[in-house]
């Protein structure tokens, strides 16, 4: 099957500056694409290069198939909503959503028929004759993309869309959002620097950094199976630790952390002794009880005192501080067992050697 979006060995240099750095990836038809990655790694220079209004320093940029570097902007069968939805504040909801037909030159008979069937699968149906200023950020969100939709691109093109809207608004988007790619069938592609937002929405997911992809996976295999330490800090939470490697055993490897502490780990590379490393360990891999022989089945146990609760409802968290000054982060298990626990409280916390990923370190 022809990809709806190939993007071949792409290179965008600003003067000595490489903002992309051989990026290839490929986006089957009609699914939801995400690049994630923190502010200045180059999303943004992808997007607009994709959309055209940046021409790449080398490398292919290919829609069903056919590459559209000598194709200007408003050719390629590409729309493009931006955090600023630059809709129109004089027109009407209807003339939103039809100006591109009506520059197109399509007849008006038809052109209403177009916004109708948009408003109605964007669930706004008989909002037409509304203005811009009388709806709500979410409902601005949803005109934004149907004023793409009606044109029927190939690919449609996010940029942090959700940026401008309120924390609750956002969540609910996240939800529409997905539903509206699935309602139109149409390929999207979503730059975001927000792993949440990547993570509900997308059937892929590419990480960046400094310019290039660290991995491309659905949201299960960047949290789960992180194929880097910077994937593994940046998707989700976790608790960090360098060191060297003491002793390996397959996949299996006890490294020393600088301040002392032997943990049991699995490594996420061939590493050996000697060798500095990193390990990583969600805070909700930690398990916490009252004594230790609760946690006797863990490889990794530590006695600790609570020096901060982080009461957040059911994803409440507690940092843990044990005698040599290691802090942890650990997830309160939503029983309620914990719910009194306070600052000062001793603790006991343990940790298996599957949920510990190990990397290597900087030398």
């Known amino acids: 099957m022809t990809p709806d979006l190939e993007c071949v060995?792409?290179?965008?240099?600003f003067g000595d500056t490489t903002a992309v750095d051989d990026v290839s990836f490929s986006v089957p038809p009609g699914s939801f694409?995400?690049?994630?990655?923190?502010?200045?790694?180059?999303?943004?220079?992808?997007?607009?290069?994709?959309?055209?209004?940046?021409?790449?320093t080398s490398?292919?940029?290919?829609?069903?198939?056919?590459?559209?570097?000598?194709?200007?902007?408003?050719?390629?069968?590409?729309?493009?909503?931006?955090?600023?939805?630059?809709?129109?504040?004089?027109?009407?909801?209807a003339d939103n959503?039809?100006?591109?037909?009506?520059?197109?030159?399509?007849?008006?008979?038809?052109?209403?028929?177009?916004?109708?069937?948009?408003?109605?699968?964007?669930g706004l149906p008989g909002i037409g004759a509304r203005k811009v200023d009388e709806l709500s950020g979410g409902q601005?969100?949803?005109v934004a993309i149907a004023r793409c939709m009606v044109l029927e691109p190939d690919v449609l093109l996010l940029d942090e869309p959700l940026g401008a809207l309120d924390l609750k608004l956002r969540e609910h988007m996240k939800i529409e959002l997905k539903a509206l790619q699935a309602a139109f069938d149409t390929?999207?592609?979503?730059?975001?620097?927000?792993?949440?937002?990547?993570l509900v929405m997308s059937d892929q997911i590419a990480v960046m950094n400094a310019g290039r992809f660290e991995q491309v996976g659905t949201g299960q295999d960047l949290y789960y199976r992180p194929a880097t330490p910077f994937v593994a800090g940046f998707i989700g939470?976790?608790?960090?630790?360098?060191?060297?490697?003491?002793?390996?055993?397959?996949?299996?490897?006890?490294?020393?952390?600088?301040?002392?502490?032997?943990?049991?780990?699995t490594a996420a590379h061939a590493l050996s002794k000697g060798d500095t490393a990193e390990i990583f360990v969600r805070p909700e891999s930690v398990h916490i009880a009252a004594n230790a022989e609760a946690l006797a089945q863990f490889e990794n146990?530590?006695?600790?005192?609570?020096t901060s609760l982080l009461f957040n409802g059911a994803a409440s968290r507690v940092l843990v501080e044990d005698d040599a000054g290691e802090t942890l982060e650990v997830t309160l298990p939503q029983t309620g067992e914990f719910a009194s626990l306070k600052r000062g409280d001793k603790v006991h916390i343990g940790w298996g050697a599957a949920q510990a990923m190990c990397f290597a370190g900087a030398a």
């Open 187 to 198: 390929t999207f592609v979503y730059i975001t620097h927000d792993q949440s937002e990547a």
């Open 237 to 265: 939470e976790a608790n960090r630790w360098t060191g060297r490697i003491d002793r390996v055993e397959g996949s299996s490897l006890e490294m020393r952390t600088d301040t002392g502490l032997a943990m049991r780990a």
């Open 59 to 93: 490398g292919d940029i290919r829609i069903k198939g056919g590459t559209v570097l000598d194709t200007p902007p408003n050719k390629r069968p590409v729309n493009m909503v931006f955090q600023h939805l630059a809709l129109f504040p004089m027109m009407t909801i």
């Open 33 to 56: 694409f995400s690049i994630l990655g923190p502010s200045g790694c180059g999303k943004t220079t992808i997007m607009r290069m994709i959309a055209g209004f940046l021409d790449p």
């Open 97 to 122: 959503i039809g100006y591109g037909l009506r520059r197109q030159g399509m007849a008006k008979a038809q052109i209403a028929r177009k916004v109708d069937e948009a408003l109605d699968r964007i």
């Open 301 to 306: 146990r530590m006695q600790g005192r609570v």
């Open 9 to 13: 060995d792409l290179v965008k240099r």
């Open 140 to 142: 601005k969100q949803r």
